[in-house]
Each structure stands twice: as structure tokens, then as C-alpha cells.
């Protein structure tokens, strides 16, 4: 994968996690899990969309937002492609000094090191 395609599909998701962690609040942990495997289902069957999708056929972004979301809600949430997505604050957090975690849970830029700076949505990058 060439390095914009994995900056886009990065920044897509920096915007795309939170909307899903919002979306996820409300639904139970079974709820959560069943949605996991489906879109990792997903992801397995058309990973190579990242990069090729077709006008005419949904790609694996959302999903792979979706399924990044629900780890978020795991204890220590998730660290995928250089993004760091939790729903509470932890130990060893890299969005610890950006304050309290919103309601949309923090997507932390841990590649980059960027942590602080408000998005839209007023989550830390």
C-alpha cells in the first residue's frame, strides 16, 4: 500500500470512528460483538477495496471504521494503523493529556504524535 493511500484511508478514519463509537454507544456488548463479525467478515472477503473500490460496489472503510469502533470500547481500547481509538481513559493512553474522553471516545494519531490537537468533533488527534 503506497503511503497516501494509507494516509487517506487514515484520515477517513480518524473521521469515520468516531461517528461509529457514537453510533455503538447505545448497543448492548452482544449487539457490539455480532456487528464485529460481520464487518471483519467484510473486511476479509473485499480488503482489497481499500484500495481498488468500484463506484458501483461498497468498499471496506466503513466497516473497518465500525469494527475499529468496537474495540475501542475494550478495555485499553485499539492501535490500528497508526491510530489509537478508546472510549475511556487507561494506563498508558496517548490521549491522557488531552483531557476527559467525549462521549464519541478519542482517536489519537500515535504515529504522528498528534494528541491534542481538537478535530471535529472535539476529539484529540
Do not use: K
Not at 41 to 60: H, K, N, T
Request: aromatic share 2%.
Amino acid at each position: 500500500m503506497t503511503d497516501h493511500v494509507r494516509d487517506n484511508i487514515r484520515t477517513a478514519l480518524q473521521a469515520l470512528i468516531p461517528q461509529a463509537i457514537a453510533e455503538l454507544q447505545e448497543v448492548s456488548f452482544e449487539q457490539r460483538r455480532a456487528r464485529a463479525a460481520a464487518a471483519s467478515q467484510i473486511i476479509a472477503e473485499r480488503a482489497d477495496r481499500l484500495m481498488f473500490a468500484a463506484r458501483s460496489r461498497p468498499g471496506v472503510l466503513g466497516p473497518l471504521a465500525e469494527g475499529l469502533a468496537v474495540l475501542a470500547f475494550q478495555p485499553g481500547g485499539v492501535t490500528a494503523l497508526g491510530l489509537h481509538a478508546c472510549t475511556a481513559p487507561h494506563i498508558g493512553c496517548p490521549s491522557a493529556a488531552a483531557g476527559p474522553h467525549p462521549r464519541t471516545g478519542r482517536v489519537v494519531d500515535v504515529e504522528h504524535g498528534h494528541t491534542g490537537r481538537p478535530a471535529a468533533g472535539g476529539h484529540g488527534l
